[in-house]
């Protein structure tokens, strides 16, 4: 049995990972376990979905602060262009881990949609940080260039453009003591920004 399985079980095995991952630590997310939510009794489940949530929260936090950052050293629109390229590399990162193949589907569904509904609002706050900057006196012509990159590169096209590959499916937990296995076998249930859209506003995912 390895570590993984013999140190806590899934719970404490995706736990652990949850918590280097949010802290931008190196981890294979591949090596995760399946979880089945009849293994789980009480609000087990529950409290790793609360996990998932905070990780994804820092993760996103930590990439928008990194991607403004970014921007803001930018000396020309093709580095702002390669930026917000790198940048959806990274949401990918993130939405990859929401819909784990691991997870169960209904809390795959409720993550990849939390993570889904902040990329509109992220790409509108970083045009909507053009209107301060024209209401503060910037030159409407570098605004409008910024504006069509920001447009031409939008971080929204992550949800309509084909998925990265997937890690295969994790192995399933075996049956816990007094449950029996199912019938047909076992339950079934990438890194892009190097430094990984980005410090942590425990605020908001979106940036000001």
Known sequence: MSGLWGDGG???????????????????P???PAIV??????????????HLTDALDARLNDWAERLLRAMAHSTDEFSVGRE???ARAGLNTVRALAGHPGLPPKVR???TGLVDRQIPEIQAQLERNLDAEARRGADPRLLERRRRTLRENALTSVLTAPPPPSAPPPPSAPP?????????GPAAGGDAWAYDPAARPRRRIVPD
Do not use: C, M
């Not at 939510?37 to 409290?47: C, N, S, W």
């Not at 816990?176 to 047909?184: E, F, K, Q, T």
């Open 10 to 28: 899934p719970y404490a095995a995706w736990v652990g990972f949850l918590r280097r991952w949010a802290a931008l630590e190196p981890v294979d």
């Open 109 to 111: 569904e409720e993550l």
């Open 30 to 32: 591949g090596a995760l």
């Open 37 to 50: 939510p009849e293994d789980f009794q009480g609000d087990t489940l529950a409290r790793l979905t609360k």
């Open 176 to 184: 816990s003591a007094g449950r029996r296995p199912p019938a047909s």
């Open 84 to 86: 917000l390229a790198q």
